[in-house]
């Protein structure tokens, strides 16, 4: 089944504490991105990866870090997460379908930070 | 800046009815493409229906439709004989070509559909 999958899907932390989310994508989609999704702002692009090795920010990258080694995984990485990091994060990869950048996402993983 | 705005937080609607969700964007580019995803309390994000803004013609999706004003810069979605798993947030959305390929999306309308 096509899918993407991001782990773990619940995760309560404290300030500070590094964590990583992974992502993982068995559809060898080229372009994968993160979001975060917080309530009264839809969905904001975090980082953004069009290849191997290839990755640069979207609109709130501020305390996030990515990588891309393999093709397949984009994990998030929260150096020293704050509290203001709390929120639901998504992970998704794309292709184009007539031009239109079509994403697939994960089922979210909700990030609670003390 | 290119941004997508939907004028209404919440919409409610009686089961078997239609309701229509409004959603405009702002941009200066001529090429680009608009999405409407549905969230349920599942949180799983899902694409409803795609159109693409060089097509003239509304896309359509089963109960799903859309009502695309080019030079309004509007987008509307329309679902049909509504159904009680219709219920979820529903964000527009657009790709403007160019750049990171990144989606820009509307901040929401939660549905509630009534039996």
């Known amino acids: 089944e096509a899918q993407v999958t991001q782990n773990p899907r619940y995760l309560i932390t404290v300030t500070g504490k590094k964590l990583t989310v992974t992502c993982s994508q068995n559809m060898n989609h080229e372009y994968m991105s993160w979001y975060r999704q917080d309530p009264g702002l839809g969905l904001r692009q975090i980082y953004y990866s069009m290849n191997v090795e290839v990755t640069d920010k979207g609109d709130v990258p501020e305390g996030y870090k990515v990588s891309r080694k393999e093709k397949r995984n984009f994990p998030l990485i929260l150096e020293s997460p704050s509290p203001n990091q709390t929120s639901l994060y998504f992970c998704?990869?794309?292709?184009?379908?007539?031009?239109?950048?079509?994403?697939?996402f994960g089922a979210g993983s909700r990030l609670t930070v003390l | 800046a290119q941004t997508v705005t939907q004028s209404q937080p919440e919409m409610s609607v009686q089961e078997a009815e239609t309701v229509t969700l409004s959603c405009t964007y702002d941009?200066?580019?001529?090429?680009?493409?608009l999405f409407w995803y549905k969230q349920p309390p599942s949180r799983q994000m899902i694409l409803v229906i795609r159109q693409e803004a060089y097509k003239q013609q509304n896309a359509t999706e089963n109960r799903f439709s859309v009502n695309f004003q080019k030079a309004a810069k509007s987008f509307s979605l329309k679902i049909s004989d509504s159904q009680l798993g219709d219920a979820a947030m529903y964000f527009c959305a657009s790709h403007f070509q160019g750049g990171s390929e990144k989606l820009v999306f509307g901040k929401g309308t939660k549905l509630t559909v009534n039996p």
């Open positions: 941009t200066s580019e001529s090429d680009y493409y």
């Open positions: 998704a990869s794309s292709f184009r379908v007539s031009g239109a950048n079509v994403l697939t």
